[in-house]
Nanobody
């Protein structure tokens, strides 16, 4: 079993920055590719960013490319999402998730068996 606990959300003005953290614990917690997803009110949950277990392979949704940075520190069992130049349309509940080791992609949320509780990010205009 793997547990994911997120922190770092909140309210920020447009153009500001936030950093989300996701602490991973449990069995072989460092041996998972990780992803960040978000869900805005009335919308489906969508992929934001993904990172391989060794941190070498990274991918982003087009909507956040150039503004968001995903990283991980396996010594601390923590994954981060640095969000810069935030826009009101980035407002959502953000979730970190641990990927199925047998899945080599990142965008299919069905292939993530472990999820954090979600963290609200609100960007005011």
């Amino acid at each position: 079993q793997v547990q994911l606990v997120e922190s770092g959300g909140g309210l920020v003005q447009a153009g500001g920055s936030l950093r989300l953290s996701c602490a991973v614990s449990g069995r072989t917690s460092s041996l998972y590719g990780m992803g960040w997803f978000r869900q805005a009110p009335g919308k489906e949950r969508e992929f934001v960013a993904g990172i391989s277990l060794n941190g070498i392979r990274i991918t982003y949704a087009d909507s956040v490319k150039g503004r968001f940075t995903i990283s991980r520190d396996n010594a601390k069992n923590t994954v981060y999402l640095q969000m810069n130049s935030l826009k009101p349309e980035d407002t959502a509940v953000y979730y970190c998730a641990a990927r199925d080791p047998g899945y080599i992609g990142y965008e299919n949320l069905i292939r993530y068996p472990y999820w954090g509780q979600g963290n609200q990010v609100t960007v005011s205009s």
